[in-house]
């Protein structure tokens, strides 16, 4: 089983829409959590963190459910520059972090 | 602005050559690290070290080894280059806990 794991996608919405990714990680000793965004040939670049009571920063929202081990990212009003692949991210420790192979996300006018 | 330079965007090398990829960064982090990103795999860590001379094995350290001789210098090494490890290879800074900081990657195919 892997670490972190993600809907691979592709997602394919229209401007507006609202779109929810999941993301479940095994590692029940998992320190904190992250979203991490990664435009077509570029480096991934941190979107968010996630904490326990739940996180929102304008159009995107980061929930944690740490007995279900689990992570999800809500973006509301989606934009076409919203197109991306959204990386799920574990800290285990000392910034050892797990990465989840990316849900992909394309977003249409 | 934190920034975290890699040597080559693109390498071509042949089976068999040693192959070095550079990274570093400027803003005095204690961590870094070496990934590999490929499709339907996610990222992959190399190595990783805590600070200058230190390092650790990742989760596929196999066919590499790294350098750190200095702080903002990290260096991944391939021994002999296999046409396996024909990747996109991702360098990273961090302070002790917090964001990573990601280079722009290195494209390296190995023919």
């Known amino acids: 089983r892997k670490e972190v794991e993600q809907d691979p996608g592709p997602f394919n919405v229209p401007e507006g829409a609202t779109v929810a990714f999941n993301c479940t990680y095994s590692?029940?000793?998992?320190?904190?959590f992250f979203w991490y965004r990664q435009d077509c040939r570029k480096e991934p670049k941190l979107l968010m963190s996630?904490?326990?009571s739940g996180n929102e920063d304008g159009r995107f929202t980061a929930q944690l459910n740490r007995a279900s081990q689990y992570i999800s990212l809500l973006i509301r009003d989606s934009k076409l520059s919203d197109s991306a692949t959204y990386l799920c991210v574990v800290n285990l420790n000392n910034n050892d972090m797990r990465f989840g192979a990316g849900t992909r996300l394309t977003v249409k006018p | 602005d934190v920034k975290v330079t890699q040597s080559s965007r693109y390498l071509v090398k042949r089976t068999g050559e040693k192959v070095f990829l550079e990274c570093v960064q400027d803003?005095?982090?204690?961590?870094m690290f070496w990934y590999r990103q490929d499709p339907g795999l996610g990222l992959r860590l190399i190595y990783f070290?805590?600070?200058?001379?230190?390092?650790e094995k990742g989760d596929i350290p196999e066919g590499y080894s790294v350098s750190r001789e200095k702080k903002e210098r990290f260096s991944l090494i391939l021994e002999s280059a296999s046409t396996n490890q024909t990747s996109m290879y991702l360098c990273?800074?961090?302070?002790?806990?917090?964001?990573?900081?990601f280079g722009p990657g290195t494209r390296l195919t190995v023919t």
């Open positions: 803003m005095d982090h204690e961590n």
């Open positions: 990273a800074s961090s302070l002790p806990v917090g964001e990573q900081y």
């Open positions: 590692n029940s000793a998992s320190q904190s």
């Open positions: 070290s805590y600070d200058v001379k230190m390092k």
């Open positions: 996630v904490y326990s």
